[in-house]
């Protein structure tokens, strides 16, 4: 691929496959160029800044997410959906969630993302303080489990590469054990929860989900 030939798409998706090995940290316009084969100087030509790569990569993440149909099924099954492939886009891309705290990122397929959710609540009757207070809730959650999930993947890969950065978590591990030891029920869930398979914390993240939407299922009766 030449200066010539490359294209603002073919960076973006580069900065997503970087975004994924390497994180937010690892996000720079040098090591995009070498990604793409060439001097960080021919990603200016396309975008400006690695603020703007950053925001482009997370709007396209942001589009993987499908989002349901809702007119022709229960608003319930359509929330359900939503909710569920908005978790596990963000645990494949374990980046968007921590680059969305730090960074100002927002383009068109976060905002389609929104404008469906919104739709499919109002398909439920809820309006207004009640809508917002809805969404929040489910994506609150929803984002924060697919972070902590991430976060645990992140760490556990870093130690099985070896290595410095995996002797410095592992001692870091140790010490908060030592901390967590002095308080006998934190230490006893700590203990019980240590090696969580991926399927078991799926399920978890299933549960409480179904959980909140019975909830505002009952929410949204009571004002009928």
Known sequence: ?????????????????????????????????????????????????????????????????VLPEYHAKEWLDAAHDLAWNTYSVAVQHPWLVSAMTDHFVYG???????????????HAGFTDEHLDAAIDVIFTFVLGAAMAASTENTIHRAI???????????????????????????????????HTPDNTRQTLVERVLRTILKGLERQSRSAE
């Not at 068109?108 to 609540?121: F, K, T, V, W």
């Open 1 to 65: 691929m030449t200066r010539e030939t490359l294209t603002k798409e073919h960076i973006v998706k580069a900065a997503v496959d970087l975004l994924d090995s390497q994180g937010v940290d690892g996000l720079s316009m040098r090591n995009l160029g070498k990604r793409l084969g060439m001097a960080a100087t021919s990603v200016y030509w396309h975008i400006d800044s690695k603020e703007s790569v950053l925001s482009l990569a997370a709007d396209r993440v942001w589009g993987e997410i």
């Open 108 to 122: 068109p397929n976060r905002a389609r993302h929104q404008n469906h959710c919104y739709a499919i609540l109002e």
């Open 160 to 194: 099985q590469k070896g290595g410095p950065k995996s002797r410095h978590i592992k001692n870091l591990i140790e010490e908060a054990s030592q901390t967590a030891a002095q308080f006998p029920r934190l230490h006893a869930r700590l203990a019980n929860t240590a």
